[in-house]
């Protein structure tokens, strides 16, 4: 049984917290708005009043937050997580926020803190039955440490040092987000030519699109269009200059999405008549 704070309990956050309490583990949790907490509580975690209660007492700290900005603020801000964090500690940074974030993160916590980051592949569903995908950048010691931990949560890949997992969970974003922007744009085809959106669909299953249209088609997923957008702004950002045409194609696509808040499968219209 291991000492877990969870900082951030959004839909992701909560679904991992609550796999850890299945799992065994003693669980602190925080979020910024403290009524979404309020149901772990029910469940057996402790819900902390600040990151730095939260972490106080913890072997392992897990940060699943919107982006880098907040991964600062909840680590160094007022009542901040890091200058409270047991020394032998380790660090678990889940969120997308990408590997030079990573990496600046590293060159800011304290000697005796270990990092890994462990971006995730899979949502909601996948986090609460253990069957997600890790993605774990790190020393082989750190990562080693924390394998029982996140092997809770599904299958852990040691991708490399500090920042690969964040570098892997970047690519795996990209090819997701350009395959789902590919499938609408080949479902308007479908339709300009009169191919009947049903027939379309069932062709599409066997071909090379099957998979996102499995992702598509999957209930309760959880990728908000605005997340996906800040993610392919930091492939943007990664790519600099190299032409990518196909990424910045996507992030037009999102940047064009009615409802920032819904899941990327809103994109790909799958009624059919």
């Known amino acids: 049984m291991t000492e877990i704070a969870v900082l951030g309990a959004g839909r992701m956050g909560a679904s991992i917290a609550l796999r850890?309490?299945?799992?065994?583990?003693r669980v602190a949790v925080w979020n910024r708005t403290a009524a979404r907490a309020a149901p772990l509580g029910q469940a057996g975690a402790r819900?902390?009043?600040?990151?730095a209660d939260a972490a106080r007492h913890a072997e392992v700290t897990v940060t699943m937050l919107t982006d880098a900005a907040a991964v600062q603020a909840?680590?160094?801000?007022?009542?901040?997580?890091?200058p409270a964090l047991p020394p032998d500690t380790c660090l678990v940074e889940m969120s997308t926020i990408g590997p030079t974030a990573v990496r600046d993160l590293a060159t800011r916590l304290p000697a005796t803190v270990s990092l890994v980051d462990a971006p995730v592949g899979?949502?909601?569903?996948?986090?609460r039955a253990g069957r997600l995908r890790v993605f774990a950048g790190g020393t082989d010691v750190a990562v080693a440490r924390v394998t029982p931990v996140l092997a809770a949560l599904g299958d852990v890949r040691h991708c490399g040092g500090t920042g690969s997992g964040a570098a892997l969970k970047l690519v795996?974003?990209?090819?997701?987000?350009v395959a789902v922007a590919g499938l609408a744009d080949t479902l308007a085809v479908a339709r300009a030519v009169g191919v009947d959106p049903a027939t379309a669909l069932d062709a599409l299953v066997g071909g090379p699109l099957g998979g996102v249209l499995a992702r598509a088609a999957?209930?309760?997923?959880?990728?908000?269009?605005?997340?996906?957008?800040k993610?392919?702004?930091?492939?943007?950002d990664a790519l600099g200059a190299a032409p990518a045409p196909?990424?910045?194609?996507?992030r037009t696509v999102l940047a064009a999405a009615e409802d920032p808040t819904a899941d990327i499968a809103t994109l790909v219209p799958l009624e059919t008549p």
Do not use: C, K, Q, Y
């Open 20 to 25: 850890l309490l299945d799992a065994g583990h």
């Open 47 to 51: 819900v902390a009043r600040t990151p």
């Open 74 to 82: 909840v680590l160094f801000g007022p009542d901040g997580a890091v």
């Open 122 to 127: 899979g949502s909601v569903a996948a986090a």
């Open 172 to 177: 795996l974003n990209t090819a997701l987000l």
């Open 218 to 229: 999957t209930p309760g997923a959880d990728f908000p269009v605005a997340l996906a957008g």
């Open 231 to 236: 993610d392919l702004d930091l492939v943007r």
């Open 246 to 250: 196909l990424v910045r194609a996507a």
